[in-house]
């Protein structure tokens, strides 16, 4: 039997675990969504974000999950980290996970939250899953494709689609001021822009139901590193605004991001 840790090096090699993280991802959701639009309570981490129940529970799972499927692969999680420090080195192999990433949206009752976990090697996000628990919408990497299923039935490929010009559409932070819109439209080109939370913005683009995502401003490494999978996998890219690779694993700024703008076709 071949370990999960150790897959053979064929034409996807070892990293192809997109479909086993897609699972994981499903059971966190099937935790997580229960506890929506219930008034859960709210606590305030160290650096004033919010976090709840769900947060904790969905990380609890994953962390066991991964630990079951691939032992000895380190896992860098926010939950863990906001509470103990982030690790201050990591080998070149290890899982980024954020159990909710839309945590505010999560809790104002919108529908925009996913659970993410990604497989970073050598500075790279090489597999992924994210789901959305209100739609129940997961899409991962598998055989150097973006599949997409809704939970429990079949996965289709997603692509993205040919930039549509005059009629693009830019996914932005519902708390964009107007100017900053204005300015990043005159910068990438785009006409149009929908506000939307959390890393379903990757996973739309990468379907093919909108072009960009500019993010001038912080991120964590596990907020992005899920849907920078998916949305490669499909044909798109996330890239520096100076046209660099976003890199992982950069445990001396602690797992912080620079600025990066995700595009489709």
């Known amino acids: 039997m071949t370990d999960k840790n150790d897959v053979g090096r064929n034409d996807v090699g070892r ?5 086993t993280l897609a699972e994981i ?4 959701a099937a935790l997580i969504l229960p506890l929506w639009r219930t008034g ?7 650096d004033e974000s919010p976090v709840t129940e769900a947060d904790q529970r969905g990380e609890k799972l994953i962390l066991e999950r991964l630990a079951a499927a691939f032992p000895g692969v380190p896992v860098v999680s926010e939950e863990d980290a906001s509470e103990f420090g982030a690790p201050e080195a990591i080998g070149p192999r290890f899982f980024l996970v954020d159990p909710l990433d839309g945590t505010k949206a999560f809790v104002r009752g919108d529908p925009n939250f996913t659970v993410n976990i990604a497989l970073i090697e050598d500075g790279r ?5 994210v789901t959305a628990p209100p739609s129940g919408e997961t899409w991962f990497t598998k055989g150097g494709r973006a599949l997409k299923r809704m939970i429990g039935g079949p996965a289709q490929p997603v692509r993205v689609r040919p930039w549509p010009k005059g009629s693009a559409v830019a996914l932005v932070s519902h708390t964009m001021k107007e100017e900053t819109a204005v300015k990043l439209a005159a910068e990438y080109g785009f006409d149009l822009r929908e506000p939307m939370d959390s890393s379903i913005k990757f996973c739309r683009i990468a379907e093919g139901a909108a072009d960009v995502y500019p993010r001038h401003g912080p991120t964590m490494e596990w907020d992005i590193a899920a849907g920078h999978a998916v949305l490669e996998a499909a044909g798109g890219t996330v ?4 046209g660099g690779p976003v890199v992982y694993g950069k445990a001396g700024d602690g797992f912080r991001n620079g600025w990066f703008v995700a595009r489709g076709g």
């Open 25 to 28: 991802c499903e059971a966190a």
């Open 239 to 242: 890239r520096t605004p100076e």
């Open 40 to 46: 859960v309570e709210v606590l305030t981490k160290a």
């Open 15 to 19: 990293n192809d675990v997109g479909e």
């Open 125 to 129: 996000t090489v597999a992924g899953a």
